[in-house]
């Protein structure tokens, strides 16, 4: 017995460097993802652009099949939550994912189940998460009743689980933690209650928080003149419910924030309401306020700002720039000078009408007419948005920013008139949508080109551009596309059981290249016959 | 060629898969914030849970079974938690407006002299259980200016009901009441219905009585756009067939196909005939497929874009005079 107990510790002590070398090479998350694909969005520059061109413009045609896997949760699950929404994370051969309160590692080369971790849930909105992040061994994700839950990378086991936010005031947590350094960044999310946002950085080793950034300032602080009072601040959302980006140079994170509370009532919280609805940047080591930009003042029609601020450098104005862009759910594209914040192109991506023009920030104005009221107003975008949380990409051989969009209609109903109202104080009934995948040229926010899908519904689909010239896209109608990202040519399809429901992302192991998507609780890997 | 290709991998690729799909394309990627669009087409009976509450109207009895069915779905979605017992809800209202609504409010959103509880932390971690708001009762809180209150654990219980109800209204949006938007110049409305409807629809005709068939909210999201979405899954009524798009197809023979259409993508078009048959085509250069879709709501769509929300209003304003 004594002699056990003394060879597992020795064991112990020889196996840790070993497993340690065995984790996550901190220096992948600093290179363009090839044969690793460590972090929701490939890097941290959220271009979602590989440069693997094994599969490329030529061969795509001969895409095939290499294997599916069923993510199977098991009955009861909601017709939400059984959607793969996570960008599967791929480390030393293997897919990492999650659905809510499940994370799975599957074989990357076979799609066979290595393990499958259930969290027992306390509740929460089950509507999606958005996978992990990889520290070393270890492997973090969020659930929807707010706990950071930490996994052994290579059995699934669990080390330890910390509440990030407590579900009984409504929040919920749906982002992929991202791991920057030795922090590992979480936001949360929910609207239901007039919760204040905030984003963490926690100890991947314990779970205790570093540094937490509130997206309302306390009354006196800088960004509370915004607010009307103290009440209002206190309960004015501005949820970090999607992963951000990060500038390992520069230090900072990158980060979208959601919609103020209530969420349509907008007459007890005049102002700016900061920040919610903005893309903050912040140092990564003290998670302090560096710079912020606001795509949406004083939002009243659920436009949350959480889409991928996908950093990139490029010219601009013929001058090499550190850009940041932002396809936002309220219509606009904005290229912003991230070093600044300064905004540089404000452009709508499809017709709109809840605002009135663009202030000399580059803000748009919104429309006092358009903010909803008790009889309704018609109102572009639905409150759905012009596009959502699926991730866009950047393809640095183009130069084009790419988007799922929706062009849609919602009537936006004030039903809490009261000064201090509560909840979501409205609700907006979904007119009409129309999908199509757009190219928008960075310097000018012109739209280079469109392919409006022809069937009905505003399904979005996350992108994925390659140097093999292709941008991976799904449709409305359970295909996945193809395209030239040049000229928005269709080049090669297969349809799938049900609707992209993910990132699709991208990976090399062993001389061969791997497409892979989520599609409803499937995932499918695809690759050349005879690589 | 690309399409043999194709073909080749969707039949390797899962029995289950289908070339068509038929339900109504609703995005399975809603963002947390968006509300399920089954259930965003005007206002849905409450199920009898909705608390009595002063600003909001009485529960509609009666309410069809697939409502309740939907709401209640859409509840679990929000995970709301159990409806408290009405009973003892009603028993718990009494109580708190004799007591409390001095400084809480009738509504218990606060009032001059006492915080909100229906966003309050210590009422939503009792759930409505009394275990929390228990000892604050028994005890107020001296400091605060809240006397005690010698209340029963029966009592503290109905009240515990009571304010567990007010967080789920509160937190509950799709059983929001929408007010009243009966608010346009009916007389506006009948000349912007005759200028830009009338080609199609007529107050005497397919328009007749209008207005006692559905309730303001839902005449409005139906003149606007008269498809009804519902969430897979989520009980509905059938497709008008009024609105239902047609489709004709042309083969390079000449031969030619017409009918409802079932599906259209880049890739294929499938329609049903009028003899019920089903077909479908793969569509590219290569087959030579021609296709022509007829719309029937092509109009309604391009007023979308076109109604001033004044527009909006007084068309409403004058079907609701088509009782």
Redesign the interface.
């Known amino acids: 017995m004594r002699f056990n107990r003394f060879l597992s510790a020795f064991g112990f002590v020889m196996l840790c460097p070993v497993l340690f070398g065995q984790g996550l090479d901190p220096g992948k998350l600093l290179k363009p993802p090839t044969d690793t694909w460590p972090t929701y969005n490939g890097d941290y520059s959220g271009q979602r652009f590989s440069p693997l061109k094994q599969i490329n413009a030529e061969n795509v045609g001969d895409l095939g099949l290499a294997w599916v896997y069923h993510a199977d949760s098991g009955p009861g699950a909601s017709p939400f939550a059984n959607q793969i929404k996570s960008t599967p994370l791929e480390v030393d051969g293997v897919l990492y994912f999650t659905l809510p309160d499940h994370a799975w590692a599957v074989d990357a080369r076979t799609g066979r189940e290595l393990w499958h971790f259930k969290w027992e849930s306390q509740g929460g909105i089950h509507i999606g998460n958005r996978g992990v992040g990889i520290y070393g061994n270890w492997v973090f994700f969020e659930t929807p009743d707010d706990h950071l839950v930490s996994l052994e990378k290579n059995t699934g086991k669990l080390r330890w689980s910390v509440e990030i936010a407590d579900v009984k005031q409504e929040y919920f947590s749906t982002p992929a933690p991202l791991v920057v350094g030795n922090h590992v960044v979480v936001g949360v999310g929910g609207d239901s209650l007039d919760v204040p946002g905030y984003l963490e950085a926690r100890d991947p080793e314990t779970g205790q928080v570093q540094w937490r950034f509130n997206t309302e300032p306390k009354p006196g602080e800088p960004g509370s003149e915004t607010w009307p009072n103290k009440n209002a601040m206190a309960h004015g959302g501005g949820m970090t419910w999607m992963p951000g980006t990060y500038d390992p140079q520069m230090n900072l994170l990158f980060w979208g924030t959601g919609n103020p509370n209530p969420v349509h009532a907008g007459q007890g919280r005049k102002g700016d309401d900061l920040w919610t609805c903005s893309i903050v940047a912040l140092n990564a080591d003290t998670g302090k306020l560096v710079w912020w930009f606001q795509p949406s003042p004083h939002d009243t029609h659920d436009y949350d700002a959480v889409q991928t601020p996908v950093i990139f450098n490029a010219d601009f104005d013929g001058k090499p720039r550190k850009l940041l862009a932002q396809g936002s759910r309220n219509g606009y594209f904005f290229l912003l000078d991230r070093t600044t914040g300064k905004d540089l192109v404000t452009e709508p991506f499809i017709p709109l009408n809840w605002s009135k023009g663009i202030d000399s920030r580059g803000e748009p104005i919104p429309s006092a007419a358009k903010e909803p009221k008790t009889d309704g107003t018609l109102v572009s975008p639905a409150s759905g948005g012009a596009t959502n949380w699926p991730p866009p990409s950047f393809d640095p051989e183009t130069g084009l920013f790419y988007l799922s969009t929706s062009y849609s209609y919602s009537v936006f109903y004030l039903t809490d008139t009261d000064e201090n109202a509560e909840g979501y104080a409205g609700r907006d009934a979904g007119v009409w949508s129309q999908s199509a995948l757009k190219a928008i040229d960075y310097q000018t926010g012109k739209i280079r080109w469109s392919h409006v899908y022809p069937g009905e519904g505003g399904s979005l689909s996350g992108l994925l551009t390659t140097a093999g010239k292709l941008l991976f896209s799904g449709d409305p109608s359970h295909n996945l596309i193809a395209f030239d990202p040049a000229s928005g040519k269709i080049l090669w399809h297969v349809g799938l059981a049900s609707g992209v429901s993910n990132g699709p992302m991208t990976y090399e192991l062993d001389g061969r290249q791997y497409l892979v998507v989520g599609a409803g609780d499937m995932l499918y890997a695809f690759t050349l016959p005879h690589a | ?2 399409y043999k ?2 073909l ?3 039949l ?3 029995a ?4 068509c ?1 038929q339900e ?14 089954g259930a ?4 849905k009976p409450g199920p009898a849970a909705k608390p009595p509450n002063a600003g909001q109207q009485p529960t509609q009895q009666g309410a069809a079974a697939g409502a309740q069915n939907r709401t209640s779905a859409i509840g ?6 159990a409806p408290p017992d009405p009973a003892a809800v009603e028993r718990g209202e009494k109580l708190f407006v004799a007591n409390c609504a001095f400084c809480h409010g009738t509504n218990a ?2 009032g001059a002299t006492g915080p ?1 509880l ?2 309050s ?1 210590l009422v ?2 009792d ?1 409505g259980t009394g275990k929390d708001i228990g000892p604050v009762i028994l005890n107020g809180r001296p400091a605060k200016g809240m006397p005690k209150f010698d209340f029963t654990e029966a009592q503290i219980k109905d009240i515990a009901a009571f304010l567990r109800s007010r ?1 789920q ?6 059983d ?9 110049d009916p007389k506006a409305g009948e000349a912007y219905f005759n200028a830009h409807c009338a080609n199609c629809h007529s107050a005497t005709g397919d328009l007749a009585h209008i207005a006692s068939k559905d309730d303001a ?1 839902t005449l ?2 139906k003149f ?2 008269p ?1 009804e ?1 519902h ?3 989520m009980p509905g009524p059938p497709p008008d067939p009024r609105t239902e798009k047609t489709v004709t197809v042309t083969l390079p023979s000449g031969e030619s196909f017409s009918g409802k259409l079932d ?5 294929s078009v499938a329609m049903t005939d009028s003899s019920g048959e089903y077909h479908s085509w793969l569509l590219d250069g290569a087959t030579g497929v021609r296709v022509e879709i007829h719309d029937p709501l092509k109009a ?2 391009e007023l ?2 076109q ?1 001033t ?1 004044a527009d ?2 007084n068309v409403l304003a004058y079907l609701e005079t088509l009782k």
């Open positions: 060629m690309i290709r194709a080749v991998a969707v390797f690729s899962a289950a898969i289908l070339l799909a109504p394309q609703i995005p399975p990627t809603n963002p947390p914030a968006e509300p399920p669009p965003a087409n005007g206002p679990n979605f929000l995970a709301i938690g959103k606060g909100d229906v966003r932390v939503l971690h759930e967080n209204a509160a937190a509950n949006r799709m929001y009441k929408i007010l009243n938007i009966n608010t346009g909210p409005q999201n606007l756009y498809l979405h969430y897979p899954g599906h259209i993508d880049d890739f309604h769509e979308l874009k109604y929300d909006m209003h």
